[in-house]
């Protein structure tokens, strides 16, 4: 159980463009979505929170127009990335976590390159 | 502020050894304290977790933490690490209802044969 699933794993874009990563949580209901960010051989850290049917949450330092956030569903909650640049290339993980649960289940991750 | 301290960032050890992987924390409330594990390129999988109760919990592969308020610590043990152990680790806090956590550094585990 508590399995929460990224598409797709890697992208590739030319800078200028936006990319859209989805995230899912298969086999229960999230109430609350988390999107990370990971540098190489660094840690995770927190960019939003998303609760289903409300605007998402970001933390400081982090340009909402930029990283555009949807929680539509239960199971679904998208970060599309507009206008990549190159220093946009990351790693981003989603994170969920279901009713009044206190544990965060991840993604595998996204791999997100900008040419 | 809150905040998680993983001093060690590189640990190897011997297949069979014994493993500790120190984690300390700073947290305004009653912490809730995760251990995660990342394989390379992979997202992270749960190993265990301390919300209250009896202070030494078991997790998944053989792991347990020890939850010391004192010292505000929540280091992570291992009898006998296996090859397939060499990670990275991720201590964590947050709060009660899943709220934001906060991560530290990582230690990332070698094991030599």
């Known amino acids: 159980g508590a399995v929460v699933s990224q598409h797709p794993s890697w992208v590739i874009c030319k800078s200028g463009t936006s990319v859209k990563i989805e995230c899912r949580s298969l086999d229960f209901q999230a109430t609350t979505m988390f999107w990370y960010r990971q540098f190489p051989k660094q840690s995770l850290m927190l960019m939003a929170t998303?609760?289903?049917?409300?605007?998402?949450?970001?933390e400081q330092g982090v340009e909402k127009d930029k990283f555009l956030i949807n929680h539509a569903s239960l199971t679904l909650s998208t970060l599309t990335v507009t206008s990549a640049h190159p220093e946009d290339s990351s790693f981003y993980i989603c994170?969920?976590?279901?009713?009044?649960?206190?544990?965060?289940?991840f993604g595998p991750g996204t791999r997100l390159t900008v040419l | 502020a809150q905040s998680v301290t993983q001093p060690d960032i590189h640990i190897t050890v011997s297949e069979g050894a014994s493993l500790e992987l120190r984690c300390n924390y700073s947290?305004?409330?009653?912490?809730?304290l995760f251990w995660y594990v990342q394989s390379p390129g992979q997202g992270l999988q749960l190993l265990l977790k301390y919300f209250s109760g009896d202070t030494l919990v078991q997790g998944i592969k053989g792991f347990e933490a020890e939850f010391k308020r004192s010292q505000s610590s929540f280091n992570l043990r291992k009898p006998s690490v296996h090859w397939s152990d060499a990670a990275e680790y991720f201590c964590?806090?947050?709060?009660?209802?899943?709220?934001?956590?906060?991560f530290g550094q990582g230690t990332r585990l070698t094991i030599n044969p």
């Open positions: 964590a806090v947050g709060g009660k209802g899943a709220q934001k956590l906060v």
């Open positions: 994170s969920a976590s279901a009713g009044n649960a206190d544990t965060q289940y």
């Open positions: 947290y305004g409330a009653t912490p809730y």
């Open positions: 998303s609760n289903e049917g409300s605007k998402a949450t970001y």
